[in-house]
């Protein structure tokens, strides 16, 4: 108990950007997949075979964070930073980071520990934080789940810090928890995270990983396929916020993670936005109840992840390659309640679908900061920004459906005199629509001044509050009062 106290007081000490929940709420996440993101040499064109290592590093990654916080990005997840399998096998190679095989090294593929504890400097120096994306489930192995060499690893160099072998039955939640991801190819020899001395051993190592590279927060993987307590047990040893990969479309199952994780990836909602914006006949009845159904299933929706794209799902550009349904989609789900979280590559509208294409290598895109979706998704990141200075109260307001027909949703988030009012459709680039939204609706006052941010277009409401709204080009539109926005540079 005394070491334990000791042990805690000195963490008060060095680790000084630790963020908790609460102050991640506010941060505006940037995706990178560390080995496609950016290369030491700076190199635009250098050829990437997805399946192996390309070349990107810690040290890239410093060098383009302008691109990243130019975005308005205020936090970058990375990788995982762990040594991994290094072989080249018929399920490709380690180039992801989730195969590891020494937890106490870095992965020299992306560089070295001093450049790892450059890259946390490089990005508190600008004010932003550091995610690092890590795995309690499983180890990983070149090689069939019965012919495992144990000894390779480390620690957990012993068969008996691992379940028997089986392959995982995603219907069944104990086989999740105890039988192996991967396949025969490459194995993921799954450890028996409810063990409390193994539990003990991770707990120890992530309290180290957090101070010896100054991280802010963490993001699990595969965080159903462990036990829930395991979970609780992890961020609570970390002394940060993280934030768990559950992999599941269902509201009830999802929200029940957030009783021992802060933070979940709000994949019932990426399901949701997915389905009404990928098409022109997508459902908008189901995203207005998929937002209720997540208000009133999880703890505290404004912890969640809100993503559309990331490094296991096709790309919404490989559903639709329509410009104003990406923007949509883009808009709603970083101004949707919880931390907005963008993959590298959706601001520049790659269309990869199944793994490993929607990891493409971001240099091909010469870091295109005039690219359409690079320049929306600085102005949602301001937007969303500047109501978080405007209103105490805004992150933790829980965004509503206020009117919404068989096209078009219209999502209030904020309090009076400083809403957010985002006006989002699935017309397409190709179509239109008009609607009278009313103030009682919208919570503008009579005779007010409101600015769509996106278009930098300004309107003022009618004697009642009401507000007649074209949409042309089906792109979206964010009201937000003309007065509040004054001074803010955005339009
Ligand atoms: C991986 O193995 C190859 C030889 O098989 C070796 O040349 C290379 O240095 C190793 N890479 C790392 C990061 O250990
Ligand atoms: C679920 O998986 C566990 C572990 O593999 C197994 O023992 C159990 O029989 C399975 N249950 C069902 C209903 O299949
Ligand atoms: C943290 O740094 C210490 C001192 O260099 C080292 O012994 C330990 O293995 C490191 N732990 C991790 C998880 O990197
Ligand atoms: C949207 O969400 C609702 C409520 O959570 C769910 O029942 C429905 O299946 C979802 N629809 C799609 C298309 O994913
Ligand atoms: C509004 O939409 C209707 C059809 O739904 C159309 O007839 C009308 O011209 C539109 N009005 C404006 C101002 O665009
Ligand atoms: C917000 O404005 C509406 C009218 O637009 C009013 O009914 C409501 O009471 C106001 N709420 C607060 C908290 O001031
Ligand atoms: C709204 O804008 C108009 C034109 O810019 C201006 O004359 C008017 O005073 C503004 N109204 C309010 C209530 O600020």
Known sequence: MFLRTLLSSSAILTVVHGLSPSGWRAQSIYQVMTDRFARTDGSTTASCDLGDYCGGTWQGLISHLDYIQNMGFTAVWISPVVENLNASTADGSSYHGYWAQNIYAVNTNFGSAADLVSLSEALHKRGMYLMVD????HMGYAGCGDCVDYSIFNPFDKESYYHPFCLIDYNNQTSMETCWEGDNTVSLPDLRVEDTSIQDTWATWIEQLVSNYTIDGLRIDSAAEVSKDSLAAFESASEIYAIGEVFNNNADYVCAYQDYLSGVMNYPMYYNITSAFASTSGSIA????????????CKD????????ENHDNPRFASLTSDMALA??????????DGIPIVYQGQEQHFDGSSTPTQREQLWKSGYDTSAVLYKHIA???????????????YLSYNAYPVWTDDNIIVMRKGNNDTQVIGVFNNFGASGSGNFTLLGTSSGFDAEMNVTDVLACDSFTTDDKGDLDIEIEGGVPMVLYSSKQLEGSGIC
């Open 301 to 308: 929706v404004t912890l969640l992840g809100s993503f559309l």
């Open 134 to 137: 890590v795995v309690t489930n």
């Open 379 to 393: 102005k949602l990141n301001a937007i969303r920004h500047l109501a978080v200075q405007r209103d105490d109260g």
């Open 286 to 297: 189901a995203l207005a109840t998929g937002i209720e159904t997540m208000k009133s299933t």
């Open 327 to 336: 923007k949509n989609a883009i808009a709603f789900q970083m101004l949707a």
